[in-house]
């Protein structure tokens, strides 16, 4: 069974980088659209980027210019480069995939994005 695995937040002061990694235990990048959502608490969970299968990225407005996506299918790793981070970006950041024709979803674990002075 194919699994995804987070990695890579944790707490920063307002205005600091974080870059989240998630890999996947097989290789099923380069037919999946890749994304990272975030969830705070009382929240819905929200779309934060996705980067598709066809080479399609897009971020979130509220990220837009700040956030990045970028993957690496020989790596089976996609990543969310996060700069310029403020109090409101504190979340658990997880990430999803769409696998293949069917688009089966997949979900990483969450990894918790704190930032804070």
């Known amino acids: 069974q194919v699994q995804l695995a987070e990695s890579g937040g944790g707490w920063v002061q307002p205005g600091g980088s974080l870059r989240l990694s998630c890999a996947a235990s097989e290789s099923i990048f380069s037919s999946s659209d890749m994304a990272w959502y975030r969830q705070s608490p009382g929240k819905q969970r929200e779309l934060v980027a996705l980067s598709t299968s066809g080479g399609m990225k897009t971020v979130a407005n509220s990220v837009k210019g700040r956030f990045t996506i970028s993957r690496d299918n020989a790596k089976n790793t996609v990543y969310l480069q996060m700069n310029n981070l403020t109090p409101v970006d504190t979340a658990t950041y997880f990430c999803?995939?769409?696998?293949?024709?069917?688009?089966?979803?997949?979900w990483g674990q969450g990894t918790q994005v704190t930032v804070s002075s």
């Open positions: 999803n995939a769409l696998v293949g024709a069917a688009k089966t979803p997949l």
